[in-house]
């Protein structure tokens, strides 16, 4: 009979005992482990709980709440204009007297880049209460962003509430995506194509001129017509489109020729693209070659 080693004899067991230490150590972990997961979710009811409370809290000190704004677009002349309703609500304002809606333009596309908006007076007009519910109406050019507060008067006091801005023009201005896309220069020979795209479900505008201008050192060099030329069908598309729906895309792939300049410098050469909608407002991107 073959001799057992007595060596091995001392390790089985050595090796029985670890294994059991180990399970009984795991087993031990995985309950601290179990635990302390209940212990992260308590903690995060807790933290929504008390999140509830802290907005509730903030809520009910409000002045105003549940701030609305239904604008209507009408017909003034050969222009258009903002029918502003403003809508909200308050049970603080009860015992207030004269309740004034203030308004004035913090933007106009029509101004210079520079023009000092706070220099801008503040129309007004008078908020009508009824029951805890308050409305006032105010008309609105839609080239103009403008910003609001409410002013009311309370035991001999004047006092002055915020509310949200009224973003006319930016909004029209965002039915249009637009891009200008540089796609290669070789031979002082430039080709770009431009993209424009009416989105958007409530289109409050239709698009009455698109035009696409090149310059080279402040020079116009070349001016194109993009609706007329999309009258034009079976023309190369732009092999990467922004996202349209129907008819409402408008493009142009082309080049240009810069090879009458002598040292053509292409840092000089500014893409502009303007548009202009039944709004009559005037929206522009412009863009310089970035290649490199």
Known sequence: MRKINQNS?????LIIVCAGTFLMYNNSMNDQIRSLKREIRHLEYTLEDVS?????LIESNKIISNVQYKIEQVSAGDAFLGQTQV????????ST????LLYRKVFDFKNDSNYDYSLEEWDQSRVNSNKGDYTAEIQLEYSSNYELKLKYSKEGKVFYEPLADIDLYTKSESQYSRDINIH??????????VQIAQVGSKQSSELLIAECNIYYDNKSIKNIDILE?????????????????GDHYWFILEDVDFGHI???DKNKVLFELVLQDS??????????VDLY
């Open 87 to 94: 809508m909200f609500e308050s049970n603080q304002l009860e």
């Open 279 to 288: 709004l009559k407002n005037n929206y522009k991107l412009t863009k310089s």
């Open 9 to 13: 004899i001392l390790v089985v067991p």
């Open 97 to 100: 007297n004269d309740i004034i």
């Open 229 to 245: 030329v999309n009258k034009i069908e079976g023309r190369k598309e732009p092999k990467g489109q922004l996202e349209h729906e």
């Open 262 to 264: 002598d040292d053509f």
């Open 52 to 56: 509830y409370k802290l907005d509730t």
């Open 184 to 193: 290669s220069l070789k031979n002082n020979q430039l080709k770009y194509d």
